[in-house]
């Protein structure tokens, strides 16, 4: 006799507990991130003139991360973030008989913006695109001497991921970045598969 009482009830409840989870993509957060980065550059502009080479490097890349989210309609958020990410054993060196280049990422910072989609309560769909920056040291030596120069690369980047929420305050992500260093001259490209994981205020 109950049991026109009960089935609404358990679908009212279904229903207010999908809310709750979508809203966990709501507010302020920080987090910390890992993975893979490929820098695969082609002559590129430094402060000590164009660089000849031509090479792709592997590396790991980690760093941290904080933003914030808005789930501004159902299921739709936007959010901003920024980044900081240093890489290990990712220079590029290019030796010939006249010298030695050398370039020596020393950190990287991004700030994007992103938009999602919750396919599932627990579950963000995004992509993600705006301002890159990678901070970079320039040696050149050759029979006139050694050159150096520092200077930050200016860039934009694009890529997409998916988030889920893992427990309660905590998500864990895996994304790809694609970025564009080149505007100094020459090709500087950036790839990067990165796996994080975020607090939740």
Do not use: C
């Not at 309660?168 to 694609?178: D, G, P």
């Amino acid at each position: 006799m109950y049991s026109k009482f009960l089935i609404p009830a358990l679908a009212a409840v279904a229903a207010i507990s999908g809310a709750a989870h979508a809203q966990d993509f709501n507010g302020p957060f920080v987090g910390a991130q890992a993975g893979w980065n490929k820098s695969d550059v082609r002559d590129p502009g430094t402060g000590v003139g164009i660089t000849q080479i031509d090479q792709s490097r592997d590396s790991f890349v980690g760093g941290v991360f904080a933003g914030y989210d808005r789930e501004i309609a159902p299921s739709i958020v936007l959010g901003g973030q920024a980044d900081f990410n240093i890489g290990a054993s990712d220079d590029i060196t290019q030796r010939t008989a006249l010298g030695a280049t050398r370039l020596d990422p020393k950190w990287g910072f991004d700030l994007t913006a992103r938009a999602g989609y919750i396919v599932a309560p627990k579950t963000l769909v995004y992509l993600r695109g705006g301002y890159a920056n990678e901070r970079v040291r320039t040696s050149v030596s050759n029979a006139s001497g050694i050159r150096t120069d520092s200077a930050n690369r200016d860039g934009w980047t694009v890529g997409g991921g998916v988030e889920r929420i893992v427990w309660n305050k905590v998500s864990a992500r895996l994304e790809y970045r694609y970025a564009d260093l080149g505007s100094q001259g020459g090709k500087w490209d950036r790839h990067q598969v990165l796996i994080g994981a975020a607090y939740r205020f």
